[in-house]
């Protein structure tokens, strides 16, 4: 079975392409650009893929150009799924990875597939703008959308918040600027995620959204504890105000049901662990 994955020499993918590989899969990374329509078309035709695992995108929230963000995950999404329609043998499944920042600061949790979407910024707009998108083509093609709540690991861009900290303690920095450290989010492992990707490859669905979540919550001051204990030395750590960020909710996770229902045996990583396996590599 030929899996096609876009974004596979990206964070997520990084993490996926070998662990589909070692259960047997045939792995095809895409190399095309998802803008440029010819060579994708040519490409995707070539692959004939039996499964696609759409990860390609742009997926910090502080991109400088704010319509790359549409270019990219929407317009490249779109041409992704026409290519698709051309295939004398189609697809039998496609999973494309969204986010959980199409449910905005979300009031109430745990957050379910079936709570409203109300983004709050470009990254997440286009995700769900994405999704809407995406409807169109339900009738050909057998689409399930992820909503993965935050993540971290090996591998990831210091652009993101974990990978920051930690970056911090790697080199022995004796002040810390942060923003609000009450609040209280999911940090989940990226190997679970690519798990959970794996698993709904061929896995029995009965939704066309599943939430990659956990429902375990930490609080920033949290990470910050748990590397202080890794690295044996505790920071000075200063809130800076520019940080902050107005009306953010104090508890935001995820309502797991769905996804544990098609695989219960999924592997759960506390972050202590998850920062335990980045320190063993210092990123």
Known sequence: MRILVTGASGFTGRHFVPLARTSGYDVHELASNLLDIGGLFEEVARCSPDFVVHL??????QHAKSSDFFDVNVIGTQNLLESLLRLKQRPKRVLLAS????????????????????PVNAYGESKAKMEELAKVYLSELEIITIRPFNYTGKGQSQNFLVPKIFSHFVRSENVIKLGNLDIRREFNDVRFVASAYLALVEGTVSFREYNFCTGVTYAISDIIELLVGLFGYAPSVEVDEILKRDNEVAVLFGDESRLFGINKSLPRFDLGSTLAWMSEFKA
Do not use: D, K, Q
């Open 99 to 118: 986010s959980s920042s199409v449910y905005g600061n979300a009031a109430i949790s745990p957050v379910a597939e079936t709570s409203p979407l109300n």
């Open 56 to 61: 390609a995108a742009i997926s910090f929230v």
